[in-house]
């Protein structure tokens, strides 16, 4: 389950060098000098005035990729999906949009490598995989990829067909997410689900089968769900050992169906505490690592492309309503591409495919920062979040000694393959009350 440019749906910690024979400081003015020729040198050049951030490196590349359409819009969902039944998707026109999209935002990340790639949704496995496969050659024949870049690819079981997912992986994609939610049939039923619990199975059956690794998504706190219920959906979950888990509190989100006829049965919070409780547990005894708030993995299988985003990367947003964040030598860049499919496809195709984008003040960038780094169980190193933001450290100061006053994070090792230096790590108290830790960080 992925928002518009946003989690699941990620890339190493290390500061990509565009090319690793020219230092950082070279390749930075190498990647954002246009000649002198460029028909964007406009562009680039609002994004390339003085400012007053420093950044001294790049961070991560990955691509986000929306496809808007959904079978079904459930009434949790505050997503930009779209209902449309499976004939008559105009699969061939929106490719034709995703594709003017990527070359019109080519300037903006020239010369930069891609580490992850994440097709969204909606309902991207709605799309043909002959349309996955033209996608990715679109993508490979524009943006460089990184040797290994993970491909993730969202899947709801009730658009599960046999060798459909074996052609999704012939067609260039690495890993699947699969949309499950329950395992209960009326749990699926009062969520607006168009599968049952025998689709499901048989989705991830298929799964492991095709793919070397793969995601399932689950939610808790359902409506009328008990502890026994979400113990028989951990237990069918486990039961197909799967690389990656991902658990969310169904919240009632505004501008839903949800918001407008709330279900009455909601766990109370006592009871929601129980049941993380009980997720954490059970996931740890089956061999999967609690690594970000609602993200479990076996060693080997965290989720790269959200790894990016939790640690303060660049990705570029493609597709109806999409949503990037792009960095440059002195200020950090968001974007928001147009929202409704006909108008952002139209939009797409006459080469103005944004509806807006904005710079990220100076002083919002630490709680950006943190509000992203403080879900990872690892944390950040201080160093890190001056190389991503461009501020100087002395910034986070006041917020951490006031989270340490209480006792919301405390010094942590340095994680393997990161910049070393101080390492800033979320208490078990910090994790349990993350919003009060990321308030923290709030300008004024």
């Known amino acids: 389950m992925s928002a518009p440019g946003g989690p699941e749906a990620f890339v190493g910690t290390v500061p990509q060098r565009l090319d690793p024979h020219i230092s950082g400081e070279s390749a930075l003015a190498q990647a954002l000098t246009p000649s002198a020729s460029a028909p964007w040198q406009d562009v680039t050049a609002r994004h390339q005035r003085p400012g007053t951030l420093q950044l001294r490196e790049l961070p991560p590349l990955s691509l986000y990729v929306h496809l808007p359409w959904c079978l079904k819009k459930c009434p949790y969902c505050d997503f930009n999906s779209h209902e449309h039944a499976r004939e008559g998707l105009p699969e061939a026109r929106y490719l034709q949009a995703l ?14 490598r891609v580490g992850t790639v994440f097709i969204g949704g909606g309902t991207p496995s709605l799309f043909s995989p002959e349309g996955i496969e033209r996608l990715l050659a679109d993508v490979r024949a524009l943006l460089p990829l990184e040797p290994g870049a993970e491909v993730t690819l969202e899947a709801n079981p009730g658009t599960f067909e046999r060798e459909r997912f074996r052609a999704f992986r012939a067609a260039g994609v690495t890993r699947l997410s699969v949309g499950v939610q329950s395992f209960d049939d009326a749990a699926l039923q009062r969520l607006g689900r ?26 808790y706190a359902l409506p009328g769900q008990g502890l026994p219920a979400l113990a028989a959906d951990l237990d069918a979950a486990l039961a197909f050992a799967p690389p990656h888990l991902s658990v969310y509190h169904l919240t009632v989100e505004p501008n839903t169906r949800f918001a407008t006829a709330p279900p009455r049965d909601l766990p109370d919070e006592d009871t929601a505490a129980q049941m993380l409780d009980a997720i954490i547990e059970r996931t740890g005894a089956a061999g999967l690592a609690r690594y970000e708030v609602s993200a479990f993995a076996r060693a080997g299988h965290r989720c790269r492309h959200n790894l ?21 030598a002195h200020r950090i860049v968001r974007q928001v591409r147009w929202r409704e499919p006909a108008t952002y496809v139209e939009r797409a195709l006459a080469g103005q495919p944004m509806s807006n984008e904005h710079e990220v003040a100076r002083r919002d960038l630490p709680f950006e920062y943190a509000m992203n780094a403080l879900r990872l169980r690892d944390g950040f190193a201080v160093e890190d979040f001056s190389a991503r933001t461009g501020l100087p450290t002395s910034a986070l100061a006041k917020a951490l000694a006031r989270a340490r006053t209480l006792g919301l994070v405390e010094d942590g090792a340095a994680v393997e393959g990161g910049p070393g230096g101080e390492q800033i790590v979320p208490t078990a108290r910090g994790f349990d009350f993350l919003s009060d830790l990321q308030a923290l960080f709030l300008p004024g």
């Open 194 to 219: 168009v599968h049952n619990g025998a689709q499901a199975r048989a989705a991830l059956e298929e799964a492991a089968t095709a793919f070397d690794t793969f995601n399932i998504d689950l939610m």
């Open 99 to 112: 594709r003017a999209d990527l070359e019109s935002a080519l300037p903006l990340v020239w010369g930069r």
């Open 308 to 328: 990016n985003y939790w640690q303060f990367g660049d990705y570029l947003g493609i597709g109806a309503g999409a949503h990037g964040k792009l960095s440059f």
